[in-house]
């Protein structure tokens, strides 16, 4: 693992990408405490990172596009298939070094608040706090982003894949107030995210008997909630979207609130695309 | 060393390997012969555990590459048929975070780059970065690498295609030396350069072992000669109606050369070919007609190759029962 980290660090830093994603977020981050903290003398510096967090959508795919698929382009992955080390090992080594990549600019950050009190009243712990969600947002989404790049071979693929994502996540809350919350408008609509689900898991696994056991016994166990209960599919797909909405946990944290719950919830995120990101190496291996 | 147990692979309808066993002992050079698309890459791969079987398992000293692969990865050395390398990167520290993704460290670590450096003669470009250096070159350090560690056994798939003469005469060297000191399983789809290099040649096709013997050998029990060649002063008819009553003689053809002399390619399916031209030049000798050239014909391993690879169904009956497994 230490190895594959020493490597992934030497890369991103020999060539722009680490670079590029620090300047970028320095640079928005910045902009958004001159905007905020300095012309607007707001002394609340978490604004600045709510404000800062759409820069997101471009940076984390740009870094992560490439640890997986390059690779497998290169055909290096087979190297480290061949090597006496886990695809476990191989993963969170990689995710080690971006997480590196990404405490750097984070860690001058860091300094603003503590630069700031110096001249006005700042109250630290939120804006540690919400430093902290920050990181993790940051986190999580690279997560997900070397979960996109282990699922093709195409940087540009999967940079474009990733801003999508990323860019629907951002959005998803203020959409969730334009899509229908009626009890036939969710379930329509979450009968055609089964089905994208279910050939989506058809198109990765290559076996159909998952795919479509994985459909039917969502939609019986939709039917069965729909016959028992209607009521409580009313609103259920705007729920959804902000549930699953990693941008709407970090603004707990920004209104002064150290929201244990967001916690586990970004943690649980980590590990779950990066547990994606194994098993879509291992799929490799299998076919 | 190497046990290969009942391996199968398909991909989806298609069977690249099917029911592939064999031994691999230490201390010998092997080549991996076959056609393209005989399922030598798929082998290899499933050998170092980069591919996952469909059936059949592969033993690395009694190590199960997929249940137990971290002892048995150390046991090898693997050059896929891409070299791996990332071209970013110099060979000096590609070979670092080789060596420490196999767990040398420190001094160790140090020493052994020097030593693989020096016996894949990469000491000059050792700096450079890899995406500058010629093809031979990258082929060496992908050598260098699967040497870190000190595998035993050294697995090479096609190490010699894409380079030019020299480049391949020089691979074949460092082959031939490492062999001294390592088990090596090289695959080619050229035969001539396994019959110099190896001491042992398994052969390949479909997805089944055709053969596995040493090059000597496996010539002398799959081709053994069935074919002499005579010259005689006799004529077409005469020469025919002498060799017909020979009832070990399956055919024969005769050819008219210059000076009015007759060739003749006698064939035959007896073993003991000897016992069939002492039978011929006795005929010739009681009839007064002179053989002027008896030679035996040996076909060569290139057109056994040919054979072997060409018809399956044929030679899968013929060639299975005679290859025993070693």
């Not at chain 1, 055909?75 to 061949?82: I, P, V």
């Not at chain 2, 980069?50 to 592969?58: E, H």
């Not at chain 2, 040649?201 to 090059?215: F, N, Q, S, V």
């Amino acid at each position: 693992m230490i190895a594959v980290l020493k490597h992934e660090l030497r890369i991103y830093f020999r060539s722009l990408a680490a670079y590029v994603f620090g300047a970028f977020l320095l640079a928005f981050v910045g902009l958004g405490s001159m905007l905020y903290n300095l012309q607007a003398a707001v002394s609340n510096f978490e604004y600045v990172l709510s404000f800062g967090c759409l820069i997101f959508v471009v940076i984390v795919p740009i870094l992560t596009m490439r640890v997986i698929a390059e690779e497998r382009k290169l055909k290096t992955d087979q190297l480290l298939y061949s090597l006496p080390i886990s695809t476990t090992e191989v993963i969170l080594g990689k995710y080690l070094a971006l997480l590196a990549v990404y405490l750097l600019p984070l860690c001058i950050i860091s300094l603003y608040p503590l630069y700031f009190s110096q001249f006005g009243d700042i109250y630290l712990p939120t804006s540690y706090g919400s430093i902290f969600a920050f990181f993790l947002l940051g986190a999580s989404l690279i997560a997900v982003g070397v979960f996109i790049s282990s699922l093709t071979d195409n940087q540009g693929f999967a940079a474009g894949i990733g801003i999508a994502v990323i860019l629907f996540n951002y959005y998803s809350v203020s959409l969730s107030e334009y899509v229908s919350s009626s009890a036939l408008g969710s379930l329509v609509a979450i009968c055609v995210l089964v089905f994208a689900l279910a050939l989506i898991i058809r198109y990765v696994t290559k076996n159909d008997t998952l795919a479509y056991s994985f459909c039917i016994i969502l939609l019986a166990a939709l039917a069965i909630l729909c016959w028992v209960d209607t009521e409580a599919l009313e609103g259920l797909l705007p729920d959804i979207m902000t549930a699953l909405s990693l941008f709407e946990r970090f603004y707990v944290f920004v209104n002064g609130i150290f929201d244990m719950t967001g916690v586990v919830y970004y943690i649980s995120v980590i590990v779950f695309f990066l547990f994606l990101s194994v098993q879509s190496l291992e799929k490799r291996r299998y076919n | 060393m190497i046990s290969v147990e009942h391996l199968t692979k398909c991909y989806g309808d298609f069977t690249a390997v099917d029911d592939l066993s064999f031994e691999i002992d230490e201390g010998h050079v092997y080549g991996f012969l076959g056609p393209n698309g005989a399922g030598k890459s798929t082998t290899m791969n499933i050998m170092t555990g980069c591919l996952s079987a469909t059936s059949g398992r592969v033993l690395i000293d009694g190590h199960d590459i997929f249940e137990e692969p971290r002892p048995a990865k150390k046991l090898i050395g693997y050059l896929p048929e891409q070299p791996p390398l990332y071209m970013g990167e110099s060979p000096m520290e590609y070979l670092q975070f080789v060596g420490q993704a196999k767990g040398i460290t420190g001094k160790e670590l140090s020493e052994q780059i020097e030593q693989v450096i020096e016996q894949t003669k990469i000491y000059e470009v050792r700096n450079q970065r890899i995406a500058t250096l010629s093809k031979g070159f990258r082929q060496r350090v992908g050598i260098a690498q699967a040497l870190l560690g000190k595998p035993r056994v050294i697995i090479l798939d096609e190490p010699t295609v894409g380079l030019d003469p020299i480049q391949i005469i020089e691979i074949r060297e460092l082959i031939k030396e490492l062999g001294r000191s390592h088990t090596v399983i090289f695959s080619s789809h050229i035969l001539s350069e396994v019959q110099t290099i190896c001491d042992e040649i398994i052969m390949i096709a479909h997805g089944r072992l055709m053969a596995l013997d040493e090059p000597g050998k496996l010539e002398k029990r799959l081709l053994s000669p069935s074919e002499i060649s005579l010259v005689t002063d006799a004529g077409a008819e005469q020469a025919q109606s002498l060799l017909t009553p020979i009832k070990e003689i399956t055919s024969v053809n005769t050819e008219l050369m210059d000076g009015g002399y007759l060739r003749a390619e006698v064939k035959t399916d007896n073993g003991d070919i000897y016992s069939v031209s002492r039978k011929i030049f006795n005929a010739f000798k009681d009839s007064g007609k002179a053989l002027l050239e008896m030679s035996l014909k040996k076909a060569s391993l290139e057109e056994l190759f040919i054979e072997l690879s060409g018809n399956p169904a044929e030679s899968e009956t013929a060639e299975e029962k005679e290859v025993p497994e070693k």
